[in-house]
């Protein structure tokens, strides 16, 4: 990337640094145990290292360089000129400021960020510093994960984005989760221009074959031309409930990007090139070191929440991610003269209550939408006293909460396991410091929920169990980026089980103990979990050919308001039910070999 970019004189940016040599030295040290070691180590061989004064004097990605930037004189007289992009992803509907995550000295540490109306106002404030030369661009996942999302099967969330003024947007994965034609004509409701080069038409009509949307998108900003094309998770089939993406045919990036890259290169003469992608940061990274990208300055990714506060460089391209709820915002800001590029500067910036004030039209406007379910959302089913997070790979407080409620309801059946998917989704619920509780009300359920599926049983041996497990594993902690799927590991009640994350497929877990017992690859389990629609009716969270597959008739909704009201206030925890030989309980990240951490 460095090679790409000339600089200006008195840049600050550290991009001639070389940070191959620490990088590789580190994904070499066999002895770290955790993701916590790998950084410490990381930070130990960065302060031994020979660091160029540019990179030493500089922090990549802070107020100080930008301000530096606008001040620079070939930027004061006209010479240059400066855009910028303000990037948002994976809003997932969240309307409301709320509790968000941060993982600060080894301990969780939760602050109030986010909500439409103060999005709105901190996109307003950055744009207004350069109001000609500044797009905001959003990254998927937005009207899906609340209450007034799922009631209004989107369309509810249409007319905030509208009113914020975004200028491209991109399907996400959970886009699709009310069918095609509704994902349609949601998107087809937004005002802003919509891209993505890998969704196409898979019917009989007029459309078959061709892309859903256009493939990229061209803007000319600050003196030159600026190209961007979208790609989605081509794994959304699998990762979602089948029955979502009927009707579109997905294909892989590799597919047709060379292609668009030469187009918007050559024949639209851009200057800088741009992917819009909603893939996880795993595959992100791992597309940024392929050829077939080659020419790409950025890729400007989401799906999976990362907090991306320095961009990761790959051979080809650099990789961003801008967080998920509205709780953050990417800004790259970009030096241009002469129709060349000279400097960027990248930070990713907390959407903060107290500093930006709720913008008064939004504020209004959400509660307008909200108001014909506000007597429903706003009731509380429940209380908790322990927080409800679900921003950890290997188990969470609040998916416990959900599979315990799923094995009270059904303790009578006989049930032995209950699953529940590695969801990634839904902003954490904080107790109150004064009344030691938090409430939990319709709206939070829609969040941990949002698609009310149909409770469904089945009967699988050990050794099927066992089969699937590894498959689950191999799908959060693959070697090769392509095959992970974007969720976290699978959650589940009556099973205890160990593994080794770095182990080959198949060989990963250790053992496995169902209700205290070392799992029997020849006995029968009774298994519970939600229905994926448009599943084989014989498969179970994924899991292929189970033996008697039943629906009894309830809904995950009905059964946790039926659980909380029985005992409230609740108190999961994280307890182990799964392990690591080689990863932390708080593990947060799926990336590893990169100078990179989530906090």
């Not at 509704?182 to 969704?199: E, F, P, Q, R, T």
């Not at 031309?225 to 990762?239: A, H, S, V």
């Not at 050794?463 to 392509?482: D, G, M, R, T, Y």
């Not at 959650?491 to 205290?516: A, C, D, P, Q, S």
Request: charged content about 25%; glycine content about 8%.
């Amino acid at each position: 990337m460095s090679d790409k970019i000339e600089h200006l004189q008195d840049c600050t940016c550290g991009c001639h640094s070389d940070e191959k040599e620490i990088t590789d030295s580190i994904a070499e040290d066999s002895n770290i145990k955790s993701r916590r070691d790998f950084f410490r180590n990381a930070t130990a061989l960065t302060a031994g290292a020979i660091i160029p004064p540019a990179l030493a004097n500089a922090t990549p990605g802070d107020t100080y360089r930008e301000n530096e930037m606008q001040k620079n004189k070939a930027v004061q007289n006209g010479k240059a000129q400066f855009f910028s992009l303000l990037h948002t992803s994976d809003i997932h509907a969240q309307l409301y400021t709320h509790d968000e995550f941060f993982f600060e000295n080894g301990k969780p540490v939760y602050k109030k960020r986010g909500g439409f109306a103060v999005l709105k106002t901190m996109l307003k404030t950055l744009k207004a510093k350069n109001p000609a030369n500044t797009l905001i661009i959003d990254g998927g996942d937005c009207f899906q994960g609340g209450g007034v999302a799922a009631l209004t099967e989107g369309k509810g969330i249409v007319p905030l984005i509208n009113n914020i003024g975004y200028d491209l947007i991109l399907p996400g994965n959970w886009e699709v989760v009310y069918g095609k034609e509704v994902m349609w004509h949601d998107l087809g409701g937004y005002n802003s221009a919509k891209i993505c080069a890998n969704m196409f038409h898979d019917t009989t009509d007029e459309y078959k074959g061709e892309l859903i949307f256009p493939p990229y998108w061209t803007k000319m900003i600050a003196g030159v031309k600026i190209g961007f094309i979208g790609y989605n998770d081509p794994l959304t089939p699998k990762r979602q409930s089948p029955a979502y993406s009927v009707g579109i045919h997905f294909t892989k990036p590799e597919v047709n990007v060379t292609k668009y890259v030469k187009l918007l290169k050559e024949y639209e003469q851009c200057a800088m090139i741009f992917l819009v992608t909603h893939m996880g940061l795993a595959q992100q990274v791992d597309l940024a070191n392929k050829i077939e990208v080659a020419g790409v300055d950025y890729i400007l990714g989401a799906d999976t929440h990362e907090r991306i506060r320095k961009p990761i460089a790959g051979k080809y391209a650099k990789v961003t991610e801008p967080g998920a709820f509205g709780s953050f915002v990417a800004k790259l800001d970009v030096v241009v003269e002469n129709g060349k590029v000279k400097d960027s500067n990248y930070q990713l910036l907390d959407v903060d209550p107290e500093k930006y004030k709720p913008d008064a039209e939004m504020a209004a406007l959400v509660e307008k939408i909200r108001e014909p379910y506000k007597k429903e959302l706003n009731k509380v089913i429940g209380k908790t006293k322990t927080n409800l997070v679900r921003y950890y790979v290997i188990e969470n407080p609040m998916d416990n909460m959900l599979t315990d409620a799923l094995m009270w309801k059904f303790k009578d059946h006989g049930v032995d396991i209950v699953l529940s998917n590695g969801f990634r989704f839904c902003p954490p619920l904080v107790t109150n410091k004064v009344t030691g509780t938090a409430d939990i009300t319709n709206d939070f359920l829609w969040s941990m929920f949002p698609v009310n599926s149909e409770v469904k049983m089945g009967v699988a041996s050990g050794q099927q169990i066992w089969n699937w497990l590894e498959k689950e594993l191999h799908n959060v902690f693959s070697k090769e980026p392509a095959d992970r799927f974007g969720g976290w590991v699978v959650r589940f009640k009556g099973m205890e089980i160990n593994f080794t994350t770095k182990n080959e497929m198949g060989k990963r877990l250790n053992w496995i103990k169902v209700n205290g017992d070392p799992i029997n690859p020849e006995k029968n389990y009774s298994i519970l979990a939600c229905e994926r629609e448009g599943d084989p009716f014989d498969m179970l969270c994924r899991m292929e050919n189970v033996t008697k597959p039943d629906k009894p008739g309830f809904n995950m909704h009905d059964v946790v308001r039926e659980y909380l009201a029985v005992h409230s206030p609740v108190a999961p925890a994280v307890e182990g039910r799964a392990t690591a030989t080689d990863a932390p309980a708080t593990l947060l990240s799926q990336l590893e070999g990169y100078d990179y951490e989530f906090i």
